[in-house]
């Protein structure tokens, strides 16, 4: 039953996390007037409309996956730089607020609920983790300048047109993006960024203590 909650809770907090993320994305497209996310049906709550099949199981099994791109059309926007800039980057801020969030409720009530043996209060803990690490993992995973993550749409954003630098992450960002994966530079990365905006959250929520 203990391992039916992890899996449960790990699997809600994935829809719930990857679902936001690109909710956020179609969101802030069409209030700067692009009519795309709407059309394709991206402009809603809904897991289904934003889980990739594949990109969901390949995240269940080996911790690695995608969910559906949001497509935009930015030549709708009245001010490309800005606009695509806060586009780009209004994934990976939804889940820093939602792990902030979550700091929170784990901070004020998580020892309480993990040492309760109640079936749907253990679920609950593995929820509440989940919601905190994932949105953490999503947002220095994602902010990373490498092409196709949401960093790289940022800096291309900001950067002239026929930038050799943009072209070259474009050409090779997918093998630069696997190196990272496969060898402990993301690891320290991760380690070292999450461990600082732990640190912050808690010294955050121990003010109202």
Known sequence: MEILALMLGYMLAL????????????????????????????????????????????????????????AINPMYYKHYKRDMSVVSLAGVFTNLILAFIFSGVWFFAGSKIVASTNMFMVFLSYFLYFMLALNLSLFVFNLLPIYPLDGFN??????????????????????????FLITPLFDIIYSYVVSGLVWVFSSFWGLFI
């Open 15 to 70: 829809l719930f996390s990857f679902s936001l993320h690109e909710f956020a994305h179609a969101y802030t497209s069409t209030k700067f007037g692009d009519p795309t996310p709407k059309l394709m049906g991206r402009l809603t709550l809904n897991p289904l409309k934003h889980i990739d099949p594949v990109g969901f199981l390949c995240l269940v099994l080996f911790g690695f996956g995608w969910a559906k791109p949001v």
């Open 154 to 179: 940022f800096l291309k954003a900001i950067t002239p047109p026929g930038n050799k630098f943009i072209a070259f992450l474009e050409k090779y960002g997918t093998i630069i993006l696997l190196i």
